[in-house]
């Protein structure tokens, strides 16, 4: 039997872009559903716990305890990971992780887009959404699903100026090249993807997002040409079911407050923000940012 195409919207960039926020104000619509990181929709196989924003495990909350998707083997899982060197030569050796963590075990590329098809599926199945939206993040995912023909493919790629991610990985305890270069790397594949998988790719500013959150969600309805509901700005009034994602997922109580983190012009140091002008100055003005000492 045929499956209808179905419309998946894969939020992809770098770790603490913005992606939790934009998920939780497109699954504000009547007719969008936002489901997190749903890579992690297995890994309570692996003995990892993510919880579901709810607040509960996937087997106990009323969301995910509906949707029927068929379990993996223990072999099996939906990370994708590509060597650096493999991306670069484009070679197609993609591979997934054992149970140690390790991305050992090649990646059997065509059984692993039937899992998150299935997945998709049945997450559609239960919720009967216009469009499902997935911000795994995971840019060799990505790099995979795009060659799906199973559903109709939007990509957001949601950017924030380099020098705040780089602050908010500093603040979880990355070194500052390290987190440099996630950022840069993270970017740059996306738009490589973009050319080698012939990928429409739309571009969302966090900063628009948190300063012109209406005219910038407008943006993004009218690729599925949907209408704009006002309800989407009181995110924190619906009830959620995203797995993974940034720790606001299961902040309860909270008003609906939009508010950009410029923290980082204050801890970053002056070498920091010298380092990360020369390093990835011409990466953040592609973004319409600065490089330099002043934003």
């Known amino acids: 039997m045929t499956l209808p195409k179905l419309n998946v919207a894969l939020i992809s960039g770098s770790g603490h872009c913005g992606s939790t926020l934009l998920d939780f104000m497109l699954d504000s619509h009547s007719k969008i ?14 003995g990892k716990k993510v919880p579901c924003a709810c607040g509960k495990e996937r087997p106990a909350c009323d969301f995910w305890s509906t949707v029927k998707a068929p379990e993996l083997g223990q ?44 997945l998709y599926h049945a997450i559609h199945a239960s919720a009967k959404p216009a469009v499902l939206v997935d911000s795994s993040k995971n840019v060799d995912r990505l790099n995979l699903l795009a060659r799906s023909s199973a559903f109709q493919l939007t990509v957001i790629h949601v950017v924030r100026d ?55 969600l407008k943006m993004i309805l009218k690729r599925w040409e949907l209408g704009w509901e006002p309800g989407m700005l009181d995110f924190r009034a619906h009830e959620h079911h995203q797995m993974g994602g940034n720790r606001m997922r299961l902040k309860k109580n909270e008003k609906s407050t939009l508010r950009e983190d410029l923290s980082w012009k204050q801890n970053l140091t002056f070498w920091q923000k010298m380092m990360f002008g020369g390093l990835a100055g011409w990466l953040n003005l592609i973004y319409k940012y600065g490089y330099g000492l002043k934003r």
């Not at 559903?33 to 692996?46: D, I, N, P």
């Not at 991610?165 to 970017?187: C, D, H, I, Q």
């Open 162 to 216: 380099g020098r705040g991610v780089v602050w908010s990985y500093m603040k979880k305890g990355t070194p500052f090249t390290r987190a440099l270069a996630r950022w840069v790397v993270a970017n740059l594949k996306v738009m490589w993807i973009s050319r080698r998988e012939n990928v429409r790719i739309m571009r969302v500013r966090y900063e628009d997002l948190v300063h012109a959150p209406e005219a910038t």
């Open 33 to 46: 559903t936002g489901v997190g990181e749903v890579m992690h929709f297995y890994s309570a196989q692996y």
């Open 75 to 118: 072999d099996q899982t939906l990370y994708a990971y590509r060597k650096p060197l493999d991306f670069v030569m484009n070679r197609n050796r993609f591979w997934t992780r054992e149970e140690n963590g390790k991305y050992r075990i090649p990646l059997a590329q065509e059984a692993y887009l039937e899992q998150n098809e299935n």
